[in-house]
């Protein structure tokens, strides 16, 4: 008998036409029929010892599933087609399943042990489907507290830390507020991933959620400013802040400072705030223009695809690294991810829109050339890495490859930088163990540990839940004592 992983291909969300996707917002792919999904879920391999849900760090890179997701669990509940309990099981390690089921790059598939020989079981696929049924079945719904503890906490930042900590910690009965100083709640779920990814009415969907199970929302206040921290922590038991990595990176090349060359966050998040109705600013417009996207990931990816979609003449994104190939390579053994040559959607799109990858390698932007104070190009040299044979890569420049591409706007998507001077603005020092300097405040997130993985921020949201439990529990129990 042959074992279905073999005689079953791979299949993942099916995904709308690019022809009409690329003239609106809406999500580009959806959850699975019933059959196909219960048809991957026996691709599953129900493995002595899954690495699809170890949730470690070997260096610099995650191996498995962070939040320690029972994945060969509920993978076998939907073969069975027990969706109900798939759904419960699934619930058990991920407060949010309906946002890294359609946004997170799924390290648990790069560790998945079918994936030595075969395509792995496609595990984000059968997420989404699981907690997108679970919403259209009614099974999603507020679970009421029965007692409170009487403490109070404040969250600052909603983004995927914040949330999730608010969720576990009002469970636990302590009263939660938490401070947003957008107008939406959310973080860069809301106006830092595009629409197309992640509809809004999805996380709004869970923020009212959470409304309903008792934890406040304040949308715009702006710690710091509005409100101080040491007046939160007079009026509130504890503090968290989970306030993300935030400083966006500049370029640090001359003319960098030329109309025309914008962050790639605030790019994003302007352009969300038009589906609200408010009117585009013409500096993140990019109808008409030719588009320089620096910075090769997946911020990177989702610049390319909102430009397409507001008309731009022109996309080609730069990337500092070499092309990838199309097969794992042996420096990349698994269960590292394999981090092979992909065409996600906003690269297929480009090719449909403009008949070519957008994607460049191997580039080195040397100077913006502007004309008066607006950009018209990036002057760039091409480069070569070498690996030494003790690992280390070194990257050289091509004698001669001066290159000038035109460019209206240049959207800059080269990462954040960590958060200890921010943080250290305000007095505050994070501890390893989610603690900080300051007796009472905590520290989560992309705040604690730089940018990462929207799983990294739900397991650092419920980890910190866990901490901030102890120390109130902790602070009540010396009350009775010198009481």
Not at 160 to 166: H, I, N, T
Not at 451 to 462: C, D, F, K, N, P
Request: aromatic share 8%; net charge negative.
């Amino acid at each position: 008998m042959r074992h279905k992983f073999i005689d079953i291909p791979r299949q993942t969300l099916p995904e709308r036409s690019v022809v009409e996707r690329v003239h609106d917002y809406k999500e580009y792919a959806s959850r699975m029929e019933d059959g196909p999904i219960v048809k991957q879920a026996e691709r599953c391999m129900d493995c002595g010892t899954p690495f699809c849900h170890v949730g470690d760090m070997i260096g610099q890179e995650t191996i498995g599933c962070p939040i320690h997701n029972l994945i060969p669990e509920w993978n076998k509940l939907v073969s069975d087609q027990d969706w109900y309990r798939a759904f419960e099981r699934l619930m058990e390690t991920n407060n949010f399943p309906e946002f890294t089921g359609r946004v997170c790059p799924a390290p648990c598939e790069g560790s998945c042990t079918l994936g030595i020989s075969e395509d792995p079981v496609a595990i984000k696929s059968i997420e989404r489907t699981i907690i997108d049924r679970a919403f259209e079945e009614g099974w999603v719904k507020p679970r009421h507290v029965q007692k409170r503890t009487g403490r109070r906490v404040a969250i600052i930042g909603s983004g995927p830390a914040g949330l999730a900590a608010a969720d576990q910690l009002n469970q636990l009965g302590h009263a939660v507020t938490i401070y947003e100083k957008a107008d939406e709640a959310g973080g860069l779920l809301f106006y830092g991933i595009p629409n197309m990814k992640l509809e809004k009415d999805v996380v709004r969907r869970r923020v009212r959620l959470l409304e309903a199970e008792g934890i406040r929302f304040k949308t715009g206040v702006n710690v710091g400013t509005d409100v101080t921290i040491e007046s939160l922590r007079h009026t509130y038991d504890a503090v968290i802040l989970a306030t993300g990595a935030q400083k966006q990176r500049t370029l640090g090349i001359d003319g960098d400072d030329a109309t025309g060359v914008e962050p790639a966050m605030d790019y994003l998040t302007e352009s969300t705030r038009t589906l609200g109705g408010k009117s585009l600013d013409a500096r993140y417009d990019a109808n008409g223009k030719d588009v320089i996207v620096i910075g090769g990931g997946d911020t990177g990816a989702d610049c390319v695809a909102t430009a397409i979609r507001q008309g731009a003449k022109s996309v080609t994104q730069f990337g500092k690294h070499p092309e990838k190939g199309m097969f794992r390579a042996p420096e990349r053994p698994w269960p590292l991810q394999p981090d092979t040559l992909s065409t996600d959607y906003a690269y297929a799109e480009a090719i449909e829109y403009f008949d070519r990858d957008p994607r460049t390698y191997l580039i080195r932007s040397n100077r913006v050339i502007k004309q008066g104070d607006q950009v018209v190009g990036i002057e760039t040299e091409r480069m070569e890495k070498i690996v030494k044979p003790d690992g280390q890569a070194t990257f050289f420049v091509v004698d001669g490859s001066v290159e000038t591409y035109p460019a209206d706007l240049v959207l800059v998507a080269i990462g954040f930088e960590r958060p200890e001077r921010e943080l250290r603005k305000v007095g505050i020092e994070a501890n390893h163990d989610y603690t900080s300097n300051v007796e009472g405040v905590f520290v989560a997130g992309d705040a604690r540990r730089g940018q990462s993985l929207i799983v990294w921020a739900i397991r650092e949201g419920r980890e910190v839940a866990d901490t901030v439990d102890g120390y109130l529990n902790t602070c009540q129990q010396q009350l009775k004592t010198s009481s």
